[in-house]
C-alpha cells in the first residue's frame, strides 16, 4: 500500500522561510513526478510546484515563482519544498502528490494518483 507522507508545516510570519518534505512508503519515487498542490480556507486546491525524478525537470506555480524551489533528494527518496519570503496568502494544507504526467498535465491534478493527507502552513501578517 502506498504511503505520501508530508511534514514541516507549522505556523510562521510573514517573510519567513519554512520546508516541506514528502516521504514515501510502498513506492519509490524513481519513475514518478512528484508535486505539491495546497489548499487554502474557502479555496479550491491548487498547484504548487512538481519535480520529474528521472531528470530534475521542474515546473510552478507563478504565484510561487522565485520565492519556492522544489527539490529532491536520491539517497533519502525524499522531496523537499523549500518556501521563503511566507505570505499570508501561503497559509494552506499543503499536499504531497505522485504521478506521471507529461509536461503538459504537471499541474493538474488528474495527472497525480498517490496523495498525502497534508500539512498546514500557516502565515500569519
Known amino acids: 500500500q502506498v504511503q505520501l507522507v508530508e511534514s514541516g508545516g507549522e505556523l510562521v510570519q510573514s517573510g519567513d522561510s519554512l520546508r516541506l518534505s514528502c516521504a514515501a512508503s510502498?513506492?519509490?519515487?524513481?519513475?514518478?513526478?512528484v508535486a505539491w498542490f495546497r489548499q487554502g480556507p474557502g479555496s479550491e486546491r491548487e498547484f504548487v510546484a512538481a519535480?520529474?525524478?528521472?531528470?530534475?525537470?521542474?515546473k510552478y506555480a507563478d504565484s510561487v515563482k522565485g520565492r519556492f524551489t522544489i527539490s529532491r533528494d536520491n539517497a533519502k527518496d525524499t522531496v523537499w519544498l523549500h518556501m521563503n519570503s511566507l505570505k499570508p496568502e501561503d497559509t494552506a494544507s499543503y499536499y504531497c502528490?505522485?504521478?506521471?504526467?507529461?509536461?503538459?498535465?504537471?499541474?493538474?491534478?488528474?495527472?497525480?494518483?498517490?496523495w498525502g493527507q497534508g500539512t498546514q502552513v500557516t502565515v500569519s501578517s
Open positions: 510502498g513506492l519509490t519515487f524513481s519513475g514518478y513526478a
Open positions: 519535480v520529474r525524478w528521472s531528470n530534475g525537470q521542474t
Open positions: 502528490a505522485v504521478g506521471r504526467p507529461i509536461w503538459s498535465t504537471f499541474s493538474q491534478e488528474s495527472a497525480y494518483y498517490y
